[in-house]
């Protein structure tokens, strides 16, 4: 039997038809359970929430993985690049070498000879001071300074003459424990402080220098610097050497401080035949002490079954057929 075909308007009163049956339906079970309705609700909303995540997810974790195996084909690939070689300013400087540390850096050629001040009443051993000579007054700076200290006396910079404390706010235990940057100096990178104080600091008075101990000493290396001009940092030690003693960087890199050699005397020396012979004669041989086992305290004792259940190892060395012998006794 064939089915009739419905015009607009017929489907029209189909649908209402049973939209309304449907409602009514809906408004029944709703009264009856209203929990239910809530129910529905949520998950209408939850359930497409937590699809779109699960897909968001996934498409992420693929774009991510598809990324990472680029990235490793790239790394795998060898990259060469030709870089121009650099010309290397401190080659044709000259090199001072300390006769008494054997500390070297290089200065520029057209300074003048370092003075060496031995530091006589002070708490540095040798000062050697590196001057730019007659062009001090016209350049923004007059040279180096490189104060060599004790190390026994002096590990670190926080004690040195190269940071003035402040009386007024100075405190001892607070100030003496202070910290400064780590850094690397020299042709062999020996770890070093760079030690950067502010007109602010409540311990210490303005400074920028480097400390380095090593071999025995603590090198503190000073720029002294003549800086005329605005300093568009808003001031401050380190930005003056930045902008107006840059060569002072290039100088740290020629710094060279050796290991002091080991003198004969503290080189351990092998022991003769004879030292050998009285060594032997004069250690004392180690005592040996005795110690004797205990015995059974019971006469005439008959082995028979103990109280404990199990094999178990005796305790009064007087040892039954379900007891193991006791190393501390004699038997």
């Not at 529905?40 to 990472?68: A, C, D, N, R």
């Not at 720029?223 to 290039?250: A, M, R, T, W, Y």
Request: proline fraction near 7%.
């Amino acid at each position: 039997m064939k089915r009739k075909k419905l015009g607009v308007r017929q489907l029209h009163r189909h649908l209402k038809k049973h939209l309304k049956k449907h409602l009514a339906r809906y408004r029944k079970f709703r009264k009856r359970r209203p929990h239910a309705h809530k129910v529905i609700v949520l998950m209408s909303v939850t359930i497409p929430l937590i699809l779109g995540l699960v897909f968001f997810g996934s498409g992420s974790l693929f774009l991510y993985e598809s990324y990472q195996d680029q990235l490793s084909e790239m790394q795998k690939q060898e990259i060469t690049v030709d870089l121009p070689n650099v010309p290397d300013d401190t080659a044709s400087w000259k090199t001072y070498q300390d006769a008494a540390t054997k500390f070297s850096v290089k200065y520029i050629p057209r300074w003048d000879e370092p003075k060496v001040d031995t530091g006589s009443g002070k708490k540095y051993e040798r000062k050697i001071t590196f001057s730019n000579g007659l062009d001090a007054a016209s350049e923004q700076f007059k040279g180096f300074e490189v104060y060599v200290y004790n190390a026994n006396l002096y590990p670190g910079p926080a004690k040195t003459g190269n940071l003035v404390p402040k009386e007024d706010t100075y405190q001892k235990n607070r100030c003496d424990q202070l910290e400064f940057p780590e850094a690397v100096v020299g042709e062999g990178d020996y770890p070093a402080q760079e030690v950067e104080v502010d007109s602010q600091n409540r311990c210490f008075g303005e400074a920028y220098f480097f400390s380095v101990t090593r071999g025995g000493y603590t090198y503190n290396i000073v720029p002294l610097v003549n800086f005329k001009g605005d300093n568009p940092f808003g001031g401050g030690k380190k930005s003056e050497v930045i902008l107006g003693f840059p060569k002072f960087f290039e100088i740290l890199s020629t710094v060279v401080i050796p290991e002091p050699e080991k003198s004969k005397a503290e080189e351990p020396t092998k022991p003769t035949v004879s030292q050998k012979v009285i060594k032997k004669a004069v250690e004392p041989k180690p005592k040996r002490v005795l110690v004797s086992k205990a015995s059974c305290a019971k006469k005439n004792h008959k082995g028979k079954k103990s109280k404990t259940k199990g094999r178990h190892m005796d305790e009064d060395c007087c040892m039954d057929p379900d007891e193991s012998p006791n190393p501390r006794c004699q038997y």
